[in-house]
């Protein structure tokens, strides 16, 4: 039985964002995207979420990782906002992965959709363009 998981990061954790030393000693195992049946949401342009929808998704960019229980359970997910929950989504070639996703329906908070934006990294470019 393996002591590791594969888990899709598409925000502050992703390499160069403020959380990513919390993946430091994880397998890097590339670029990737979640299957088109996700949503992608902004929390005040701090982090961002992805919910589940029946339809109208997006295939999500982000960057998947091969990390340890511990370190998932240690160095991660404490320092996951409230908003988000772990969960199991789909990725683009169809294969499962651990991976943060909205705690709440969309609409229920104050989260504002970037779905159009092209990822994180593209939305707070935009962001930080417009101040």
């Not at 899709?8 to 919390?22: E, I, K, R, T, Y």
């Not at 997006?58 to 160095?75: A, H, M, N």
């Not at 991976?99 to 229920?108: D, E, I, K, N």
Request: hydrophobic share 40%.
């Amino acid at each position: 039985m393996s002591d590791s998981v594969r888990m899709f990061v598409n925000g502050q954790a992703m390499s160069g964002g403020p959380l990513h030393d919390a993946l430091a000693g994880a397998h890097f195992l590339g670029p990737v995207r979640t299957a088109p049946d996700y949503r992608f949401f902004s929390f005040d342009d701090v982090f961002p979420g992805i919910a589940p929808v029946p339809d109208g998704g997006w295939s999500v960019p982000g960057e998947i990782y091969e990390i340890s229980y511990t370190q998932l359970r240690r160095d991660l997910l404490p320092r996951e906002p409230a908003e988000l929950e772990l969960s199991v989504i789909e990725l683009e070639d169809g294969t499962g992965s651990l991976s943060m996703v909205c705690r709440t329906l969309p609409g229920a908070t104050d989260a504002v959709e970037i779905t159009a934006a092209g990822g994180w990294r593209e939305h707070l470019g935009a962001v930080s363009t417009a101040r």
